[in-house]
């Protein structure tokens, strides 16, 4: 790849986003492919086309089987990306792209799913949703001001042994809140339990990293003093990033 010295932010790419949007569009070419724990998402664009991709919220390759790309990433200078590349995108990417000549791009998952509306859900974002972390992020700082967390409570605390309790309901992913996040593995209604977050007194690695939100939609459910679930606060979606409002939790239990 040739490193061009341009670099955008996610703001930018969603007004090129908008901007296309209001241009003349093209129904491009996409196939799916599956084999055993992988999912192939195979798109055929022609030349001359500029488009954006959706937030991806997991790590996967980028395959070029052919043609020519001047493609730009939130953060990372523009490259040109020709036939016979690969290469690795980390959860968080967006990206634009102009493509030059005929091209054919691979994205490559690992994943059992077969259901190509559920893989929609868990690899993708909405993309506007990303702009509504820095929301949390704020409001996440306002909880640490309120209650006085210092990092080295924080360091304490990630450093606490955590137990695993089995559940269908959720998994660890990465997340593009924070770190490692717990995601929906099926849609919840409101008041519905969602996962254990203490079991006797015992954090579980639900409670543990459950991300904090401004508006979140799970709450937890004290069931006696060593005992802690979490439920839905909302409607829930196969895929969501499962949140709290940390404040509201420790008003809770203090």
């Known amino acids: 790849m040739n490193s061009?010295?341009?670099?955008?932010?996610?703001?930018?790419?969603?007004?090129?986003?908008?901007?296309?949007?209001?241009?003349?569009?093209?129904?491009l070419e996409t196939l799916h492919h599956f084999?055993?724990?992988?999912?192939?998402?195979?798109?055929?664009?022609?030349?001359?086309?500029?488009?954006?991709?959706?937030?991806?919220?997991?790590?996967?390759?980028?395959?070029?089987?052919?043609?020519?790309?001047?493609?730009?990433?939130?953060?990372?200078?523009?490259?040109?990306?020709?036939?016979?590349?690969?290469?690795t995108?980390?959860?968080?990417?967006?990206?634009?792209?102009?493509?030059?000549s005929d091209a054919v791009w691979l994205t490559v998952h690992a994943t059992e799913e077969t259901d190509i509306d559920k893989l929609e859900q868990m690899l993708v974002h909405n993309d506007r949703d990303l702009l509504f972390h820095r929301a949390d992020r704020e409001s996440y700082e306002r909880f640490v001001i309120e209650f006085g967390i210092t990092n080295e409570f924080i360091e304490l605390l990630s450093n606490v042994e955590v137990h695993y309790f089995e559940t269908e309901n959720v998994e660890l992913r990465s997340s593009l809140i924070h770190g490692i996040g717990v995601f929906a593995l099926q849609p919840m209604g409101q008041g519905d339990f969602i996962a254990p977050s203490v079991i006797d007194g015992i954090q579980i690695e639900w409670g543990r990293y459950?991300?904090?939100?401004?508006?979140?939609?799970?709450?937890?459910?004290?069931?006696?003093?060593?005992?802690?679930?979490?439920?839905?606060?909302?409607?829930?979606?196969?895929?969501?990033?499962?949140t709290l409002d940390y404040g509201d939790v420790l008003r809770s239990v203090v």
């Open 89 to 100: 995108s980390p959860s968080g990417t967006k990206r634009a792209a102009y493509v030059e």
């Open 210 to 242: 459950t991300n904090h939100a401004a508006n979140p939609n799970a709450r937890i459910q004290i069931v006696n003093a060593e005992n802690i679930h979490m439920v839905a606060a909302l409607n829930i979606d196969y895929g969501d990033d499962i």
């Open 4 to 27: 061009l010295p341009i670099t955008y932010d996610v703001t930018q790419l969603f007004e090129l986003e908008d901007a296309l949007k209001a241009m003349p569009q093209i129904k």
């Open 35 to 87: 084999a055993p724990g992988v999912y192939v998402r195979e798109l055929r664009i022609p030349a001359g086309v500029c488009l954006t991709g959706a937030v991806h919220k997991t790590e996967h390759l980028n395959i070029c089987v052919k043609g020519v790309l001047r493609v730009v990433s939130v953060g990372m200078p523009d490259k040109v990306v020709s036939g016979g590349e690969i290469f």
